[in-house]
T-cell receptor, first 113, second 117 residues
Framework: GESVGLHLPTLSVQEGDNSIINCAYSNSASDYFIWYKQESGKGPQFIIDIRSNMDKRQGQRVTVLLNKTVKHLSLQIAATQPGDSAVYFCAETLMDSSYKLIFGSGTRLLVRP | GAVVSQHPSRVICKSGTSVKIECRSLDFQATTMFWYRQFPKKSLMLMATSNEGSKATYEQGVEKDKFLINHASLTLSTLTVTSAHPEDSSFYIC?????????????FGPGTRLLVL
């Protein structure tokens, strides 16, 4: 799969390929980041998170990379499956008393069979 | 764990009526709940932050008298859209944030689709 920024709202990948979804966050002071998956008509589903004191975190088939120097976050999905088709949002927040999330504009992932 | 429910999932109402949406954290106590609004093919827009036992904090541009929020317990928050109009039609989503290992992460409900005729 090819990496895309949030300015390109749709990423199409072949089933079995790896997907990379990118996000440029806005606040250099943000210290906690989350990736959510949202299927049509449903609420966002937590995928993986990362704190600012880390630059990489792995989950099951997913990896999040954080580059604080350029305020960039990416989500890598290994061996993409049809069930991965959804809109993916990155979100940033400050771990202060409010924990308000600032969402990116989202990227639609389409998995071709 | 960390399941959030919303009720109803879908509601259709006449213009001028009020609609109440419930948000519940089913298996954890939510110190803070958040209410979002989402338009088609758009990102989530935070409307307000709700802490149990205190008044909600509304984002700029969100009318507090229009969107009444009550957070009566650590597992329940309600959003009431008062005197709803067609422009209030949207997808409303709540999230909940808890403590003890769930401190930072917001877990989202399935959303409520409101259609005002």
């Amino acid at each position: 799969g090819e990496s895309v920024g949030l300015h390109l709202p749709t990423l199409s990948v072949q089933e079995g390929d790896n997907s990379i979804i990118n996000c440029a966050y806005s606040n250099s002071a943000s210290d906690y980041f989350i990736w959510y998956k949202q299927e049509s008509g449903k609420g966002p589903q937590f995928i993986i998170d990362i704190r600012s004191n880390m630059d990489k975190r792995q989950g099951q088939r997913v990896t999040v990379l954080l580059n604080k120097t350029v305020k960039h976050l990416s989500l890598q999905i290994a061996a993409t499956q049809p069930g991965d088709s959804a809109v993916y949002f990155c979100a940033e927040t400050l771990m202060d008393s409010s924990y308000k999330l600032i969402f990116g504009s989202g990227t639609r992932l389409l998995v071709r069979p | 764990g960390a399941v959030v429910s919303q009720h109803p999932s879908r509601v259709i109402c006449k213009s001028g009526t009020s609609v109440k949406i419930e948000c519940r954290s089913l298996d954890f106590q939510a110190t803070t709940m958040f209410w979002y609004r989402q338009f088609p093919k758009k990102s989530l827009m935070l409307m307000a932050t709700s802490n149990e036992g205190s008044k909600a904090t509304y984002e700029q541009g969100v009318e507090k008298d229009k969107f009444l929020i009550n957070h009566a317990s650590l597992t329940l928050s309600t959003l009431t859209v008062t005197s709803a109009h067609p422009e209030d039609s949207s997808f409303y989503i709540c999230s909940a944030r808890g403590g003890l290992g769930l401190k930072e992460t917001q877990y989202f409900g399935p959303g409520t689709r409101l259609l005002v005729l």
